[in-house]
């Protein structure tokens, strides 16, 4: 699902699920859309490809111009770094 995608799903108000995921050494953030009864599926650019923003502010900057605020942060950690490996 692209941005425009997400911007349109918004209007026609098909209101889903949006998470901004981030993992813990990679710096960098990505947003996942959880439709209802569906899987969760990367926001991507027009070829297909996910889309991620550098910071945390860029993301929520883009989300509140197409009308979604207050989305979640998960970050998500390797299991190796919690078993502490």
Aim: proline share 6%; glycine share 10%; aromatic share 4%.
């Amino acid at each position: 699902m692209t941005l425009v995608d997400l911007k349109r799903a918004r209007r026609l108000g098909c209101i889903q699920q949006l998470d901004i995921i981030t993992h813990s050494c990679l710096g960098r953030y990505s947003v996942q859309v959880i439709p209802p009864g569906q899987a969760a599926q990367p926001i991507t650019d027009a070829q297909g490809r996910p889309l991620f923003w550098r910071s945390l502010g860029d993301v929520r900057a883009r989300l509140c111009k197409i009308g979604y605020t207050g989305i979640a942060l998960q970050v998500r950690v390797p299991q190796d770094e919690v078993i502490g490996r």
